[in-house]
């Protein structure tokens, strides 16, 4: 990726981005945790907004990919602001907001943060396998007390040789950040897609989360034999379609 930009934050932070130019509403990518914009998700939509001469922008988190920091300094608070920051200074059009996983959950934080600040400008939002409130659902009681305590934990990482870490400042922000519990205040357009052989977040969250959304345009796609990361050519096939009905 030679077309990289960065984006520089008040304390110093540098958020990297790519950014294609374009009409209609400016599709904005939130990857999942650890993940970054070179995924092949936000890289497929990438291409298809440009071979159609749509706006989209895609970022690496602070701590992640490109991005300067530290990955133990990430939280929902800190990326939210970052993609809010991105937005406010690159993006001057209505906003579709895409989050895979942990960015399913951060796009409910951003939209939330958009509707309050530009009212009309979040044109819709697409959930894959959209991961809300994954702190409390997604860890033992024992793990929460260990990052109550200031540990933090490690788990399996099928995607890679080294363990996933959850820092405990990740968590003491998460939670205040939960929202299935509550009516959440968007009204948007929602798609939400999730493969029901997920093994890592329950396809039962897209359910909640659609019902817990004020928007009466929900939509819910299940999967049968989708995995978490729904990257299969027929999974970004529907990902691009879903993607184009709100555009």
Not at 21 to 32: I, K, N, Q, R, T
Not at 44 to 60: I, K, N, P, S, V
Not at 143 to 169: C, F, K, M, S, W
Request: glycine content about 10%; hydrophobic content about 40%; proline content about 5%.
């Amino acid at each position: 990726m030679t077309d990289i930009r960065f984006h520089d934050m008040p304390d110093g932070r540098r958020i990297a981005l790519r950014k294609a130019d374009g009409a209609g509403p400016c599709l904005v990518f939130l990857p999942g945790y650890m993940s970054d914009m070179a995924g092949g998700k936000a890289s497929a939509l990438f291409e298809q907004a440009r071979d159609e001469g749509r706006a989209a922008l895609l970022l690496d988190y602070s701590g992640c990919g490109e991005s300067s920091g530290s990955f133990a300094d990430g939280t929902l608070s800190r990326w939210r602001d970052e993609v809010l920051a991105l937005v406010e200074s690159h993006v001057n059009a209505p906003i579709i907001l895409v989050g895979s996983s942990m960015g399913g959950w951060l796009m409910l934080l951003v939209g939330e943060a958009l509707g309050a600040r530009d009212n009309g400008r979040l044109a819709g939002m697409v959930g894959i396998a959209a991961a809300p409130d994954f702190t409390r659902w997604g860890y033992s009681d024992e793990q929460r007390a260990q990052l109550a305590h200031g540990q933090i934990v490690y788990e399996d990482n099928p995607y890679g040789p080294e363990p996933t870490p959850t820092h405990p400042g990740f968590f003491a922000d998460a939670e205040s950040h939960m929202r299935l519990g509550q009516e959440i205040a968007i009204r948007c357009p929602v798609r939400l897609l999730h493969g029901q052989c997920d093994a890592d977040v329950p396809w039962e969250v897209s359910l909640k989360l659609a019902e817990a959304l004020r928007s009466d345009d929900v939509q819910v796609t299940l999967i049968k034999d989708g995995d978490h990361r729904l990257s299969r050519d027929a999974d970004i096939a529907l990902l691009k379609r879903t993607v184009s009905t709100l555009t």
